[in-house]
C-alpha cells in the first residue's frame, strides 16, 4: 500500500502544479485583460508631443501640472485666456493629450514626462475615452495605478484628483455616462485628506434638464471658453490652499 501511494504522490503533485499553473495563467490573464492598467504609446505625433513634454519636464520650473486627454490639452486653446489669468502666474504646465486613456499616460509617465520636476500639486483628469472600452473597476484600477507611479516619481506632490466630466452627445449614449459616475463614485474615495484631494465640478457643467450645455460644451464634451472659465472658478477654492 505505501508502495502504491509512494507511485501516485508524484502524479498527484503534478496534477495539482498544473491545476495550479492553469489557475494562475487565468487570474494572469483576468488582469492582463484590463486594457487600462497596461502601459501603451500611440502614433508619431503622439510621441512627438510625448518627447516636448520630456524635454520641458527637464528643465524643470514647473509647480503646477495639468495631466490629462483632450479636456486638459484644449487649455492651450479654448482655455488659454483663463489659462493666461489663473495658472500661467503659477508656472504651469499643461501634458495633456488628445484622445488619450489611462494605459497612455501610464505609459508617459514611465518614459520621462515627470522626470526632473517635483510639482506642488498636479491636477488629474483621466478616463473619459476609457469609458467606451473598458469596466468601471478596470478604470479606477488604472486610476489608482496612475496616483501611485506620480507618487513614486514626485514624492512630495499633492494631487487635485477630479472627476470625470460629464458627457452626452446628440444620438446620447446613456451608457458611457453611467459608467463615468461609477467611475466618479468610486475614485472620490482615493481622496486621503492629505497627498490626493478629489474634486467633481461635473454638476457645474449641467443644465436644469440634468445634461450637458451646448452653451458650455459645444459637442458636449469639451469646454468652450466659458466652460473652462466655469472650471477655474469651481476649482479655485480647492487648489489654492493646496499650493501653498
Known sequence: MKRIFSLL????ATFAFLTATESYAENTNAVVRNTAIVPVPREALW?????????????????????GDSITDFWRDCGSKVWAKYY????AANFGIIGDRT?????????????????????LMIGTNNSQDNSPPEITDAIKVIIKNIHIRCPGTKILLLGIFPRNWVDDKPA???TI????????KFDDGKTVKYLDIGPKFLGPDGRVSAAIMPDF????????????EAMEPTLAPMMK
Open 9 to 12: 504522490l508524484p502524479v498527484v
Open 47 to 67: 510621441l512627438a508631443q510625448h518627447k516636448r513634454f520630456v524635454a520641458k519636464a527637464k528643465k524643470g520650473g514647473v509647480d503646477l501640472l495639468f495631466l
Open 88 to 91: 500661467a502666474p503659477r508656472r
Open 103 to 123: 494605459q497612455h499616460v501610464l505609459w508617459r509617465i514611465g518614459h520621462g514626462e515627470l522626470d526632473g520636476i517635483n510639482p506642488r500639486v498636479i491636477v
Open 176 to 178: 458611457e455616462m453611467e
Open 181 to 188: 459616475k461609477k467611475v466618479n463614485d468610486i475614485i472620490a
Open 221 to 232: 464634451l469639451h469646454p468652450n471658453e466659458k466652460g473652462y472659465q466655469i472650471w477655474a
